[in-house]
Every structure is written in C-alpha cells, then in structure tokens.
C-alpha cells in the first residue's frame, strides 16, 4: 500500500525575518528540506507526496534530518532575535483505496504537466543548438535526468501511467548532452 507524507515548512517570509540573514538562511534550509522530502516519493501537490510503504527508513531519516535543520535556525532565531517561529508539521499518513486513486490522479496529472514542460524546454535547446556554458548545461541536464528516472521508477512502483512520456523526456535529455558534446 501507499502512504502520504503531509507537510507544512517553516519558511522566511515573516515579518521579524526580513533584512536579517536568518531571512536567507530560513530560505535556504525550507529549500534544502523540501528537496529532501520530495526524493521520497512522487509530488502530488505542493505539500503532499505519494511515498511507497516500503521506504519507511527513508522517510524516518528524511524526517529526522528535516527537523535537526530547523530546530538549529530555530533556536538561532530564538536566541538572536528572541522569536519563536513554528516548528515544521510532517506527518506520514496511512490512505484508503480511493484516497490513492485520487493522490494518484492529481500526481499524473501535475507530472504530466511537468514532462510537457521540459520536452518544450529541452526541445528548444537541442533546436537552438547552444553551446555556451556547455559544461554547466550538462551537469544540469544530466542531474535533470538523474531526477527523471527517480520520478519513473516511483511512478512504476504507485502505477502511474506515464512510462513512455517520461522515457521520452529522458531520451530527449540524452540527446541534448550528446549534442552539447556530453
């Protein structure tokens, strides 16, 4: 079966934060830890991720590393500014059948989106034939792909139907690199 993980990051846009470097280093860990948190399953909106039951380990020492991040700029910001701010809420929860099949919907279709967007994105790349910054472009890109082939292997494993698509956009990557002289 499969389970969700809700949830709901700190992050720098209060108030007592802004013009202070707690408001970037905020910034910076809330981008970091949400990262993190996707690499365990599939987005299925903005603070909910479809992860497999079976990565329970994983998804405990995501949690852990989440928390350890916040609890030190938090209790920096407490002890600089004399603020306390809310601590970050992640809970894992168990769904029923139709719960998964409506998580599941919504994730095929913000990823499908998702695909449409990079084939447009590394299509016009591969039209435009670029060659400036080739060695930084091609680490983006193989670190896109890297990120792809994460994303089709959990949609096998929750049975998203979007295989081909996905292998498509990573042929597509492939291609680019080679063009780029990868």
Known sequence: MVKVLV?????????????????DKLRAIRIKCTRR???????????????????????????????YQYNTVLNQIANTLG??????????????????????????????????VQIDRISLLIEQN???????????LRKLKREWIRIKNYCTYLEIPLDSEIQYL?????????????
Request: charge should be negative; aromatic fraction near 6%; charged fraction near 25%.
């Open 7 to 23: 949830y709901d990051l700190t992050s720098e846009n209060h108030r007592v934060l802004r013009n202070t470097d707690f408001q």
């Open 37 to 67: 948190l996707h690499q365990l399953g599939v987005q299925c909106t903005e603070s909910v991720i479809l992860i497999p039951n079976t990565s329970s380990d994983r998804v405990r020492y995501a949690i852990e590393y989440v928390m």
């Open 83 to 116: 603020i306390r701010l809310p601590n970050p809420i992640i809970r894992v929860l168990d769904i029923t059948q139709e719960q998964f099949e409506t998580f599941r919907e919504i994730a095929l279709r913000n990823l499908q989106r998702n695909v449409d």
């Open 130 to 140: 670029q060659d400036q910054n080739s060695r930084n472009l091609i680490n983006s």
């Open 170 to 182: 990573i042929d597509l990557i492939d291609q680019a690199i080679t063009q780029l002289g990868g």
